[in-house]
């Protein structure tokens, strides 16, 4: 299988500020991740895929200036919520497919974000 | 990915087998069935895939009915820890997407 980590698990901001959030693939290196974002009582709604030497790719209503990904290297993406609001509390969760094939997709433990 | 169709809840007793169903009456020759959960909280974790046959692992059983079009996950003695929601998915294996996941069948597992 395939180990996926998320840091931090949880966090606090500010109205107006940038918060982000990192997913690291702990035991191989992964070209491509994914994120998903989750509101109370919903389902997991995919935000990006991330390749790792070029740009994400966002999904329709996703702004991208406002969700940053970086994914620069094969072990590591990172989601970054620049000018956070209330409205973009949510669990956040980053996953990845398993180094043989794409048939199964591992998460991570998931970030919660509250925007005060 | 062909539409799934399952129930928004149910409730299982403690060590009694839960059934879970799915519907997906457009699936194509090619999708398989996918099966996921998630713990409150937590990162949703796979469970078991298959294509006709039906298919056991350690976590479960999924029975794919002859024509394809309706599925059961079966967690034969559930436990407390089972309660999660439960997400059915049919896609075609090894496409490198994304999952794109439904609102999923919520599970109960009472004491």
């Known amino acids: 299988g395939a180990v996926v980590s998320q840091h931090p698990s949880w966090v606090i901001c500010k109205s107006g500020t940038s918060v982000k959030i990192e997913c690291r693939s702990l035991d191989f290196q992964a070209t491509t991740m994914f994120w998903y974002r989750q509101f109370p009582k919903q389902s997991l709604m995919l935000m990006a895929t991330s390749n790792e030497g070029s740009k994400a790719t966002y999904e329709q209503g996703v702004e991208k200036d406002k969700f940053l990904i970086n994914h620069a290297s094969l072990t590591l993406s990172t989601l970054t919520v620049t000018s956070a609001h209330p409205e973009d509390s949510s669990f956040y969760i980053c996953s990845e497919f398993g180094p043989f094939s794409y048939n199964e997709q591992f998460f991570g433990p998931g970030t919660r974000l509250t925007v005060l | ?81 089972d309660t999660a929601v439960y997400y059915c998915i049919v896609r075609v294996p090894n496409s490198g997407y994304a999952l794109n996941f439904g609102k999923g069948t919520s599970l109960l597992v009472t004491p």
């Not at chain 2, 149910?10 to 069935?33: F, K, Q």
């Not at chain 2, 895939?49 to 999924?62: D, R, V």
């Open chain 2, 1 to 81: 990915d062909a539409k799934t169709t399952q129930p928004t809840s149910m409730d299982c007793a403690e060590g009694r087998a839960a059934n879970l169903p799915c519907n997906h009456s457009t699936i194509s020759g090619n999708e398989y069935v996918y099966w996921y959960r998630q713990i409150h909280s937590q990162g949703p974790q796979y469970i078991i895939h298959g294509l006709k046959n039906n298919e056991t692992n350690e976590m479960a059983s999924l029975i794919i009915t002859e024509d394809r079009k309706s599925s059961t996950l079966i967690l034969p003695h559930a436990t407390l820890r």
